[in-house]
């Protein structure tokens, strides 16, 4: 299944000091200086070609712990409100409902969307809250938290198992009151699979398109990736990979890709809609 319509490109914020490609980017001495730095990181993505800015406070890396609620917020909110009201679209990457209401409240022209890695299952709260506020919510596929899931990585026929698993997430989701068309699916890569996983499921996209949502895929500078290199090779190297990807996602008519090098993606993109086109792209 494919779709004429432009794959979105969702560049990544972390307000974070301990991601793994990027964290401490924003970092600085006061959390008025973070937050500025962020908002021109962002202005530099939206620059770049982004559609929408995927705003994090919280590190979801491999054994990763979690960061309180409260901090999560504060790193996050004063930045989706700047974006929000600039008229920017805006996911918010929280398992925290009480950070995805906060989010949600931002005045502005700009959307919120809420993208949460656990799909509704670390929070309680999650679904009833997006569901009330007829919010779109990126829902992941998860197993565990980042101190475990490495060690959740099991399965016999990996693309079957994370789709029927992602299945029953979203009837739980609908069940809770969001609608359909607000949902846009995650298989959630790297999340509580290996390598081969991830690859497993890449070759089986047009079976979570036929589940009838958007699609969102994240293999952003992630691990598999820099196995295709020396194992001493920057984490920048996995930034061509990731392009070849979001074309390919593009040409199979993803609804997004969520990227950390929006420059790199977005020409890998437009070459994907100049070819569609019968010649170049404008925008």
């Not at 901090?71 to 925290?96: F, H, K, N, W």
């Not at 698993?165 to 009151?177: K, P, Y």
């Not at 070849?244 to 008519?253: F, K, P, Q």
Request: aromatic share 4%; net charge negative.
């Amino acid at each position: 299944m494919t779709s004429e319509s432009a794959t979105e490109l969702m560049g990544v914020l972390n307000v974070t000091p301990d991601s793994f490609s990027d964290g401490g980017s924003c970092e600085a001495s006061t959390p008025e200086q973070r937050t500025q730095r962020a908002l021109e990181a962002a202005a530099a993505m939206i620059a770049a070609g982004a559609t929408i800015i995927d705003v994090g406070g919280e590190s979801t890396r491999p054994g990763a712990t979690r960061v309180p609620q409260e901090e999560e917020c504060a790193r996050v909110l004063p930045v989706v409100e700047v974006l929000v009201a600039q008229g920017i679209r805006v996911s918010v990457d929280t398992m925290y409902a009480a950070t995805a209401a906060a989010c949600l409240d931002a005045k502005g022209p700009g959307e919120v969307i809420i993208n949460d890695v656990s799909g509704g299952l670390a929070d309680a709260e999650m679904l009833p809250v997006a569901a009330s506020r007829q919010a779109r919510f990126i829902l992941s596929h998860w197993r565990g938290h980042s101190v475990t899931m490495n060690d959740l990585a099991i399965y016999d026929d990996t693309a079957a198992e994370v789709l029927a698993e992602l299945t029953q997430m979203r009837d739980r989701a609908v069940a809770a009151g969001i609608a359909p068309e607000c949902i846009i699916l995650d298989p959630g890569l790297g999340f509580a699979k290996d390598g081969n996983d991830n690859w497993a499921i890449l070759k089986r996209l047009d079976d979570f398109q036929q589940l009838g949502h958007d699609l969102l895929i994240g293999v952003s500078r992630k691990r598999f990736l820099g196995a295709l290199f020396d194992q001493d090779a920057p984490v920048t190297d996995r930034d061509l990979p990731t392009a070849v990807i979001s074309a390919l996602c593009a040409e199979r008519g993803v609804w997004g890709v969520r990227v950390h090098n929006v420059a790199a993606s977005r020409t890998a993109m437009d070459v994907v809609e100049s070819w569609r086109a019968g010649g170049k792209v404008m925008r």
